[in-house]
């Protein structure tokens, strides 16, 4: 089970750190995503780590200012939001997957290769 949290309403070029808590699985051995959606928009990818937390992409238009953690001991993956844009604003949603295979062939940019969701946390950033 995944639990995200963190979201809120923040003025541009502010900050937020959305967390994605961990349950019933053993958490070293997922990769974890971050994945947005904006209304009327299709699901997009913003970020993802990999197991052992030495393999981070990103989507241009987050890279330089999202930074993707995760803390094994606690069972947490981080998302944390710098200089946020009124672009920014959507809800996010936190994924994990056990499935080495998908993940390396979409350098984990796929929400296919995910086996498992958060229910979303909404993030809003006025301008």
């Known amino acids: 089970q995944l639990q995200a949290s963190g979201g809120g309403l923040v003025q541009a070029g502010g900050s937020l750190r959305l967390s994605c808590a961990v349950s019933g699985r053993t958490f070293r051995s997922l990769a974890m995503g971050w994945f947005r959606q904006a209304p009327g928009k299709e699901r997009e990818f913003v970020a993802t780590i990999n197991w052992s937390g030495d393999r981070k992409y990103y989507a241009d238009s987050v890279k330089g200012r999202f930074a993707i953690s995760r803390d094994n001991a606690g069972n947490t993956g981080y998302l944390q939001m710098n200089s946020l844009k009124s672009e920014d604003t959507a809800t996010y949603y936190c994924?994990?997957?056990?499935?080495?295979?998908?993940?390396?062939?979409?350098?984990?940019?796929?929400?296919?290769?995910?086996?498992?969701w958060g229910q979303g946390t909404q993030v809003t950033v006025s301008s």
């Open positions: 994924a994990a997957t056990g499935r080495a295979s998908p993940w390396y062939q979409s350098y984990g940019r796929e929400a296919g290769a995910y086996d498992a």
